[in-house]
């Protein structure tokens, strides 16, 4: 009896010493791709921004005064409830939906990957229809504080033709994920997670002709100064400037930095270029952008979509796998509420990276024009013309705001003064 | 099912004179004058018909015969008009005086609802009427605009233009004096249409609360001469989901672009194959049978969009696979002549596939408001859909070289079709 428990006590030591020898390569493959994530979360986190830079205090009202300050909470806070609903809204469409929405398997002659197509296509479609209150909602509140001056039945239509834009979007995703899946049952993430990331690249080089009411800008003096502030910047020229008619619909101004190559430009909207803006201003936003483009803010933004894509497609394969893996149309809807859900969760950790990049832009942008009170007058009037808050609350910072707030920029400002005035 | 009170019965021997045919529109012209002047005393009749109708519950024997014979002559000019009848009609509208006639039954109890609201609820009646025939009654550009309403401009059956009856009279026309006799689908054709106008006119003038019937099959139509290499075949409960119909268009928007990818491959693929049959007298097996895949994706996906069938397609055109099916012959021997001018020859039949494709529109919008609210597809209306399908595929798969049969326009149906509405046959020659 102790002969045979001191034999079964080695046998299991045996089998846990091979279970264990087992794993080994497993657990070195997952500290190396820690190790991996880590190093390029390192070299993305990279910035311009001097490392310890202090930011001053700086309270809200030193930005707007009562009034205004009261009004741009004010107009903030219903978007923040707004946005709120609409999330929890997106949590419990899908949660439902990943209950239930295998049942819509039978409205579907297609195969596997065209009634997971069906699938996807009708979970985003309920999700459009719970949000579209919400979203005419939040145009009556813009409509209401002038902000946008869209009426109710074209941002309908044009909100139910994004609807279809997103459908072809989706499809593709799923057919290439049921794709990859029907041979590749347990591992499609590993090449799914690389078409992904392609396509993204794909996607942010197209963009810059995907954007609609775009012209040349014609202004000579800022095409120059675009050039001199690219050149201080390290490029060899500035990309093509384009300004983008959207007077129509909005009075918030706006630029962006867009495309890849080739294809990059900086996209200037006339609310900022026609609005009360003075030139000053108009040229920070422009060295701003600029910015974006010379520290590769877009590959930047790419590569942070690849770090979330590989482990997302991973956990997504993990979650489906009790309805059959990916490679089952009845996966679909359950794999929507885990990607939304994933999403909700790394929502934080985007809106952290993105703040990054704008205070990097800010930075660039302080150094090309040496002009703080342009950038100073710029985030004031920021306030008043788009309503936004100089200091919103942590947890609408953490989930909500994709630049620093105008009072975090306005701090960035004297930090650089106080910087330059030290140097 | 119960059959309509309204019914157009055939004594046609598909003969025509070649010298009245010639000359129709001209010999038509005493016609439409007596009718114009008939249409006036119609809307007249028809405005103290709907308060009776109102008042009694029931349309008065006096106005009921009046309007019957009204609806009857009009329905005799335009089969003339349109060539689904050969002799001159009287001018009196007499019941069994011509070859395509019109019973209609004696007054009976309306509903007061529908009566009251009768100028509405004709509206979808009046669109698909203006579509199949331009107007109800067999014309087009306007029609009847209600009885208890403005009076039209010109009759309640106008012949203006617009409509496959007026498409088909067109086409029939050239072959009428080519051989002396109309054929045989066009004449069906043309028998539906002008039933339906008839419905749709008896139904705007209180002859009858029954909604018109859009189905094809309650016609119970010849069969083609020939049998079809390319066949329809039905299998489909009505029932739609609400959802997917909510959100059809946006759906099919996948399909769309698939099916645009495919049509680039099946056009280089139609090209090498009207050489091939050309030089061997038959499509390759492999080519035809791309083609016909196509075509049946195309007539899947049709379905899918005007809500003629319920479930998403697949992607690859299998047969089998659908609700709406295509079934197609293996390749066979072509007529080389055929194939050579097989681009001219296409042209007839792709106008009435255009003009039935603007029925299927009316279809799919009309199928989507009623799907949305019962969650059901009208039987008719959803045969009228596949019959638009149907003749859609035939006329691509002649263009495309999968046969050299011509397609056929009558209402002849498929393979499992629904009910028939009438069970009596209402075609006593062909």
């Keep these: 009896m102790g002969v045979e428990h001191t034999g079964a006590r080695g046998g299991r030591g045996a089998r846990g010493r091979r279970r264990i020898a087992g794993r080994l390569p497993l657990a070195l493959l997952l500290v190396a791709l820690a190790a991996a994530w880590a190093t390029g979360f390192y070299f993305l986190w990279q910035s311009d921004v001097p490392a310890g830079l202090e930011l001053p205090e700086v309270e809200a009202s030193e930005l707007l005064g009562p009034e205004e300050l009261e009004e741009a909470r004010d107009y903030e806070r219903f978007l923040r409830i707004d946005f709120v609903l609409a999330e929890v809204i997106v949590l419990v469409v899908f949660g439902l939906y990943a209950r239930y929405g295998h049942r819509f398997v039978r409205e579907s002659a297609a195969g596997r990957i065209g009634t997971g197509m069906l699938l996807a296509m009708l979970g985003f479609a309920l999700l459009w229809l719970a949000q579209l209150p919400f979203g005419l909602a939040g145009l009556w509140w813009e409509r209401r504080h002038d902000v946008s001056e869209q009426d109710y039945g074209t941002w309908i239509l044009e909100s139910w033709l994004g609807l279809g834009g997103a459908f072809l979007f989706v499809c593709l995703a799923i057919l290439i994920v049921m794709g990859l899946a029907g041979p590749l049952p347990k591992h499609w993430w590993i090449p799914g997670g690389a078409v992904f990331v392609g396509l993204a690249a794909l996607f942010a080089f197209v963009l810059p002709y995907m954007l609609p009411s775009q012209r040349p800008l014609r202004d000579a003096e800022l095409l120059a100064d675009a050039d001199v502030f690219a050149r201080e910047q390290g490029l060899e020229a500035a990309p093509p400037l384009h300004v983008q008619e959207v007077r129509e619909f909005t009075t918030a101004p706006n630029a962006l930095a867009v495309g890849l190559g080739p294809s990059r430009r900086v996209i200037l909207w006339d609310t900022l270029l026609e609005g009360p803006f003075p030139d000053e201003e108009v040229r920070f936003v422009l060295a701003h952008e600029l910015g974006h483009i010379s520290r590769e803010h877009i590959w930047k933004l790419v590569g942070w979509y690849a770090l979330f894509a590989f482990p997302g497609a991973f956990l997504i394969a993990r979650a489906t796998r009790r309805r059959g893996g990916m490679r089952e149309a009845e996966a679909v809807p359950l794999a929507l509420f885990v990607l939304v859900g994933l999403s909700f969760l790394a929502l934080p950790l985007q809106n952290a990276f993105g703040r990054h990049l704008e205070a990097e832009a800010d930075w660039i942008a302080l150094e090309t024009t040496r002009d703080p009170e342009a950038a100073r007058a710029l985030f004031r009037r920021f306030g008043t013309t788009a309503l936004a808050d100089p200091s919103p609350p942590t947890w609408s910072y953490l989930l909500m705001e994709t630049h620093p707030p105008l009072a975090d920029r306005t701090a960035m400002v004297e930090a650089w003064e106080a910087r330059r005035g030290g140097g | 099912m119960e059959r309509h009170p309204i019914r157009v019965v055939v004594e046609d021997d598909l003969d025509r004179s070649r010298l009245t045919v010639f000359f129709r529109l001209l010999l038509a012209i005493p016609h439409l004058i007596w009718l114009l002047l008939w249409s006036i005393g119609a809307f007249v009749a028809a405005v103290v018909s709907w308060f009776a109708t109102l008042a009694l519950g029931r349309s008065p024997q006096a106005l009921h015969g009046f309007l019957a014979a009204y609806v009857r002559y009009a329905t005799h000019v335009y089969a003339y008009l349109s060539l689904a009848a050969n002799p001159f009609p009287g001018f009196t509208g007499d019941a069994g005086s011509y070859p395509v006639d019109v019973e209609i039954d004696p007054p009976a109890r309306q509903s007061r609802w529908k009566t009251g609201f009768r100028i509405f609820l004709v509206i979808p009646a009046l669109i698909l009427a203006n579509a199949l025939t331009g107007g109800p009654g067999g014309g087009g550009g306007g029609g009847a605009r209600g009885d208890g309403g403005e009076a039209d401009a010109a009759t309640w059956f106008d012949f203006s233009g617009g409509g496959v009856l007026v498409l088909v009279a067109f086409l029939a026309w050239f072959v009428c004096l080519a051989r002396g006799?109309?054929?045989?689908?066009?004449?069906?054709?043309?028998?539906?249409?002008?039933?339906?106008?008839?419905?749709?006119?008896?139904?705007l003038l209180l002859l009858t609360d029954r909604y018109p019937s859009s189905d094809p099959a309650a016609l119970p139509a010849s069969p083609p001469p020939q049998p079809q290499t390319i066949r329809i075949a039905v299998d489909d409960d009505l029932r739609r989901s609400r959802l997917t119909v909510l959100f059809r268009l946006l759906l099919f928007l996948p399909h769309l672009v698939w099916f645009l990818l495919w049509s680039i491959a099946a056009f280089f693929a139609v090209i090498v194959g009207w050489f091939v049959t050309l030089a061997a007298g038959r499509m390759l097996v492999g080519l035809h049978r791309f083609l016909a895949a196509y075509i049946r994706y195309g007539t899947h996906i049709?379905?899918?969009?005007?809500?003629?069938?319920?479930?998403?397609?697949?992607?690859?055109?299998?047969?089998?696979?659908y609700p709406v099916d295509l079934e197609v012959d293996p390749p066979a021997r072509q007529s080389r002549w055929i194939t050579l001018f097989r681009i001219f020859l296409a042209i007839p039949t792709a106008l009435i596939a255009g003009g039935l494709g603007a029925v299927l529109v009316v279809v799919g919008v009309f199928g989507w408001f009623v799907g949305l609210v019962t969650g059901r597809m009208p039987e008719g209306l959803r045969n009228l859909g596949v019959y638009a399908v149907r003749y859609s595929a035939q006329a691509h798969g002649y263009a495309y070289l999968l046969t050299d049969r011509y397609p056929y326009t009558g209402p002849w149906e498929w393979s499992t079709p629904g009910p028939a509405e009438d069970a009596e046959p209402e075609v006593a020659a062909a």
């Design chain 2, 181 to 203: 006799r109309m054929p045989l689908g066009f004449r069906d054709f043309q028998t539906y249409a002008l039933r339906y106008g008839a419905q749709t006119c008896g139904y």
């Design chain 2, 302 to 321: 049709s379905a899918y969009l005007f809500i003629v069938a319920n479930p998403f397609p697949g992607f690859t055109g299998t047969e089998g696979t």
